[in-house]
């Protein structure tokens, strides 16, 4: 048994040699190079020199993979992998992929499993698997490498759990809180303790989080972000989540505590940005915005405040201008595309607003398609009413939650009957002309 190892060993050992020398032969074209203190001809082909590994590998398989073999653990690694390579190359990807699982779950030591490893299996649409594999990483992976492992950890758990595996999503839930309990309240954990709590029923205490605990962990996580533990994203996300449970009072309370912190974070002067601007506190939203500028700006800084003031139908000369100057990448971009289209709804020019507005990127609440309509409606011409009637009508379906939906299907009501029965009516068409609710529509804006 012994001189088998020792066989392995020895193979593994010449067929490293002999890829290590093709994959430098193509720099050793003018040099001689002494191995095993024999002269080597440089100029060997890498064909040559993979022809002479086939046999090497193929003997190492053989004793590796043998049941009875006491081969190390790295040896076996190589051998599967070799197997997987070969079952891919011979259009066989799903074996290829069990060979790698099984090695990876069974001997991840020795094959040195990595985060992309677990990644793979994601894609190759094995997530309990890779749900697997993340267990074992988070539990060896330390410092800068733990958290990307605990991002895709819960992110594969919260699929499985939405998708009704209640056992996996109890298992979970103790995970997380055995995370929280060692480690702090870190994001991902903390996230998916509030997915659980999304998903709970009335009599399912064990996923709901009481108040109590939802502040403290929310607030917990941000002062980690606020240390600089973890990045903006995870950041907003509790945020968001603290906005939507507790209301803007709380949140804006959190953001202020966090600006103390992070006093040079643009991104969360446009959050709050934004939240005082939903509440009606549009001026001075703005009025922030533009105070932030004398002493730091960036063009998507610029975006944001012609954005909220064309929103907000507030004065945008000194915006304007700035948007003008700004590069075309900038400018062409969706949010680029979105601050000139209500700029030039602004500046009534209402053609070029509907030709920016419609066409650009939607938004999360589908205000774009709330100032197209505006914009169409605004132009006066032959086909604005039906364009700005489709666009109303695509609002109210696509965003029925959306506050800036909220007359959208009214203004679609009025606005398409009318406009189709003009065609064999100029009775019909003069009325649609002069509708009054029409110019109210228009007037919420303009």
């Not at 589908?366 to 914009?375: D, I, N, P, Q, S």
């Amino acid at each position: 048994m012994l001189s088998m190892v020792l066989r392995c060993k020895t193979l593994y050992l010449k067929m490293v040699m002999l890829q290590t020398l093709s994959e430098h032969s193509h720099q050793l074209k003018q040099r001689r190079l002494i191995l095993w203190l024999q002269p080597i001809d440089s100029g060997l082909k890498s064909l040559e020199l993979h022809s002479q590994t086939k046999p090497l590998r193929a003997e190492l398989r053989a004793l590796a993979l043998r049941p009875d073999a006491l081969v190390p653990g790295r040896l076996l690694a190589h051998a599967m992998r070799e197997l997987a390579v070969e079952a891919a190359a011979r259009g066989q990807p799903e074996v290829a992929t069990q060979i790698l699982a099984d090695l990876w779950l069974k001997n991840g030591d020795a094959a040195g499993v990595r985060l992309a490893d677990a990644r793979s299996l994601l894609d190759a649409g094995r997530p309990r698997e890779a749900l697997a594999l993340l267990d074992t990483l988070r539990n060896s992976a330390t410092g800068d490498q733990l958290l990307p492992v605990l991002q895709l950890y819960f992110y594969v758990a919260n699929q499985l759990s939405a998708a009704g595996d209640s056992i996996l999503a109890a298992a979970m839930r103790a995970t997380a809180r055995s995370i929280i309990a060692a480690q702090g309240p870190v994001g991902p954990a903390v996230h998916y303790l509030f997915e659980e709590h999304a998903r709970a029923r009335e009599s399912d205490s064990e996923r709901k989080l009481p108040d109590v605990r939802a502040r403290a962990l929310l607030a917990g996580h941000l002062a980690r972000c606020a240390d600089g533990l973890e990045g903006m994203a995870p950041m907003v996300r509790s945020l968001e989540l603290l906005l939507s449970r507790f209301g803007s009072g709380e949140a804006l309370i959190e953001v202020e505590k966090l600006q103390r912190a992070m006093p040079h974070s643009l991104a969360l002067w446009r959050w709050r940005a934004d939240r005082l601007a939903e509440e009606g506190r549009g001026k001075d939203a703005l009025f922030e915005l533009r105070r932030l500028a004398i002493y730091a700006d960036t063009p998507q800084m610029v975006l944001a405040r012609c954005i909220l003031a064309g929103e907000q139908r507030l004065p945008a000369e000194t915006e304007m201008a700035q948007l003008a100057s700004l590069p075309p990448e900038v400018a062409e971009s969706p949010d680029g595309r979105y601050a000139r289209g209500l700029l030039a709804l602004r500046a009534g020019n209402y053609r070029e607003s509907y030709e920016l507005l419609a066409n650009a990127p939607a938004r999360p609440d589908g205000a774009h398609l709330y100032f197209a309509g505006m914009a169409a409606l605004s132009a006066r011409d032959a086909e604005s009413r039906e364009r700005a009637g489709n666009l109303f009508q695509r609002l109210s379906e696509s965003y029925p939650s959306s506050s800036v939906a909220r007359y959208a299907g009214s203004f679609a009501i009025q606005l398409l009957p009318r406009c189709s029965r003009a065609s064999s009516s100029p009775q019909n068409g003069a009325s649609c002309r002069s509708a009054s609710s029409l110019d109210w529509v228009r007037s919420r804006f303009t």
